[in-house]
């Protein structure tokens, strides 16, 4: 075939002894033997979901003095983190405890899991995760499970030769009853109540007939019908094939029955069988049916007519639906549906929906209410990878993401706190005052935060309109993606009310006026960056407060003569930190100590270890070179050379240190120059 390079991965990609295990074929007794060696093939599907979760791993960290689970199946792994789902530890956590405990069949496999949040809250991502989840498992050799089919069977029942199970169902089901007992007797001797295979249930109508006429051709004569017209074989799930996996979503009510859950008549075949009861003549292809041994996923569930919705209620509490013309018949599924917040709101108010109400478990889903991990949605979507051709300007993803969070959390109702420090403390910034337990207080009186609010998905769209409208010549900044935001919501297709217009208003220039702070506060530490000038402000700053702790003099490097210590310079810098002057003496005793301790223990003093004392030098430094590289000319159009090269360090130190593009960094630059041409320069 040639030296293909291309070929030559594809044709590695597939191995035939993969695809022989996948396509794994034998008879009763062979399976028989496959589960006596490895029981866990006869689990069920909430043991195999949760089984498939646990397999990618978890890990916990602590947050707000509470333990959380961070499960990395959730990461979206298999799809290379394009379905991450982020910032929902909390809830994931619930999801899965329900999957485990309805694994060890304490309940919950006996309800309908219900996923609830706003529109945008990735709830259908988390569903679509699942179901390729269990999809891929299945093709594992720790995920394997198995089902059956009939053959030879014109020459007996003058049917088609060979017919699978239409509900895939657990070969150990072909067990008659009598025997059944101790059949999982001697599989269960001796296993924990975990590991035990529990078969319940009986086969499906069709299965049922087949199994019934055959049995009276061979005089009962069970394992000689069973060694001719019984294959067993391996099931690869595949919600393209309709294997395992179901989806169901609203339409029209004219052009849908129930008969799309739990399968039709195929009226070609009345004619051959005679009537409309015989099982052959029916189509076991409703969404429930293909579903058996996965999962269902009902879109929107609450939309459903009604009539749809009672089929929930036997197939969730009894495991068993009703298909038209025969029997309940048994089915192993996981039903997991979602929905947002105004329908779940009918759902509670209608009191003829109390039965489903009752077999219902509801899991929310909200909007993220932590910076960081909204931040994670816009970086993993628009990226230097996803948009090479256009530079995103530092802090541009995070302000749009601190305006969406300041849209979903409620005003807090201490009257010290603003809604941006409840912001950042949240995302796990310190504040003075504040501990972890009032954290948990501010998320517990706020009962609606992250059920409103501005979705990603708005979010996205504008972040996209401004990628494709590049009105910043190749680099968005955060004020280009805060205006669109801005001009967005006087169309905003789901906010009517003008008042929460106008509060969001309110928090866009709340956002700008954070991100004034900010890009300030870069420009300073660029502007104040020269390690040589801060260690040497530094030396200067630590002999003057050890002559003034000491009660000695300073000897001034240039005279040669004994000084008294320098107020003027250590004030100038302990103001920078808000040291008031009645604590200057405690500040400077802490740092002569802390000097001390680093001496015992062999180790030498280093500003960089001192956050405060770090901001303090920065800040002052800046003070003192800000007027020497006249930082406000930038306004004016004429600046001397030797200005200019001043800026222009500063700039590349923006450029290196803190991500800017050339385009950006200017801006920043002209865009801090004409804060302190009005004189509103920060301090501390």
């Not at 298909?323 to 039903?335: G, L, N, R, S, Y």
């Not at 969001?504 to 020269?530: C, F, M, P, T, W």
């Not at 009645?582 to 003093?605: C, H, P, S, V």
């Not at 200005?643 to 960094?665: E, F, H, M, P, S």
């Amino acid at each position: 075939m040639g030296d293909s390079k291309v070929y030559e991965i594809v044709r590695e990609a597939f191995s035939p002894d993969v695809y022989k295990e996948l396509n794994w074929v034998g008879t009763i007794s062979d399976y028989l033997a496959l589960v006596e060696k490895n029981p866990k093939v006869t689990r069920t599907a909430f043991q195999r979901m949760y089984d498939m979760v646990m397999s990618f791993g978890t890990y916990e960290y602590v947050e707000t003095k509470k333990k959380i689970v961070h499960y990395k199946f959730f990461d979206d792994p298999l799809g290379l983190g394009k379905d991450a789902v982020f910032g929902l530890d909390v809830h994931i956590s619930k999801l899965v405890s329900i999957l485990k405990a309805a694994a060890l069949r304490y309940g919950p496999e006996k309800r309908v899991l219900l996923l609830h949040g706003p529109v945008g809250s990735a709830k259908s991502t988390v569903v679509r995760l699942l179901k390729r989840g269990v999809e891929w498992y299945a093709s594992q050799p720790e995920g394997a499970l198995y089902t059956y089919e009939w053959i030879n069977l014109h020459e007996k029942l003058s049917m088609e030769d060979t017919m699978r199970c239409p509900m895939h169902e657990e070969p150990l089901r072909l067990v008659p009853e009598e025997s059944r007992h101790k059949v999982l007797s001697f599989l269960n001797k001796g296993k924990s109540l975990d590991q035990r295979i529990q078969l319940e249930g009986a086969l499906c109508p069709a299965c049922r007939y087949v199994y019934s006429k055959l049995l009276d051709i061979y005089g009962g004569d069970w394992e000689t019908m069973m060694r001719n017209h019984i294959r067993v074989r391996r099931l690869i799930l595949s919600e393209k094939d309709r294997i395992g996996i179901g989806t169901f979503q609203p339409k029209d009510e004219k052009n849908q029955d129930s008969t799309e859950l739990t399968g039709d008549l195929n009226y070609r075949k009345i004619a051959e069988y005679g009537t409309d009861s015989d099982p052959r003549a029916f189509n076991f292809d409703g969404e429930f049916n293909i579903s058996n041994r996965g999962l269902v996923e009902f879109v929107e569930m609450l939309k459903l007519d009604v009539a749809f919705l009672y089929d929930l209620l036997g197939a969730s509490q009894e495991h068993r639906i009703k298909p038209k013309k025969f029997a309940q018949t048994d089915i192993d599924e996981v039903i997991i549906g979602h929905t947002n917040e105004p329908e779940y709101r009918k759902l509670q108010a209608n009191e003829f929906m109390e039965a489903l109400r009752d077999r219902t478990l509801k899991v929310d889903v909200p909007y993220i209410t932590k910076l960081k991990e909204e931040v994670k949605i816009y970086r993993k979507d628009f990226n230097a990878e996803s948009v090479p051709h256009i530079h995103i300007a530092p802090h541009t993803l995070e302000t749009a993401s601190m305006w969406a969070v300041l849209t979903r959390i409620e005003e807090p109702k201490k009257a010290n706190l603003t809604i941006m420090q409840k912001l950042k403390l949240y995302d796990g910034k310190t504040l003075p005052g504040y501990t972890e337990d009032n954290i948990k207080e501010l998320r517990k009186e706020a009962l609606r935060e992250g059920l409103e609010g501005i979705s990603p998905r708005y979010i996205q769209d504008k972040i996209s309109n401004s990628l494709v409208e590049d009105r910043g010549s190749g680099c968005i900044n955060p004020f280009i993606i805060l205006n669109e935001l801005e001009g967005g919501l006087k169309n905003h297709s789901l906010i009517r009310d003008e008042e929460v217009k106008k509060r969001y208003r309110e928090l866009l220039a709340l956002v700008k006026q954070e991100y004034e702070d900010i890009v300030k506060n870069e420009v300073q530490r660029a502007i104040s960056a020269d390690e040589e000038a801060i260690a040497k402000l530094c030396g200067n700053y630590i002999d003057n407060v050890k002559a003034y702790t000491q009660k000695e003099r300073v000897r001034n490097k240039y005279t040669g003569e004994a000084e008294e210590p320098d107020e003027r310079l250590m004030r100038s810098i302990e103001e920078k930190i808000d040291i008031a002057d009645a604590r200057k003496d405690d500040f400077r005793r802490e740092i002569m100590n802390y000097i001390g301790a680093l001496a015992l223990e062999g180790k030498t003093f280093d500003y960089k270890t001192n956050e405060r004392l770090h901001k303090a030098l920065e800040l002052k430094l800046f003070e003192d070179q800000k007027d020497t590289i006249k930082l406000t000319s930038l306004v004016s159009n004429v600046v001397d050379k030797e200005t200019q090269a001043k800026i222009d360090v500063v700039k590349n130190r923006l450029i290196k240190n803190y991500g800017y593009c050339d385009i950006c960094a200017t801006d920043a630059l002209h865009f801090v120059a004409s804060i302190f041409a009005r004189g509103d320069v920060k301090r501390g």
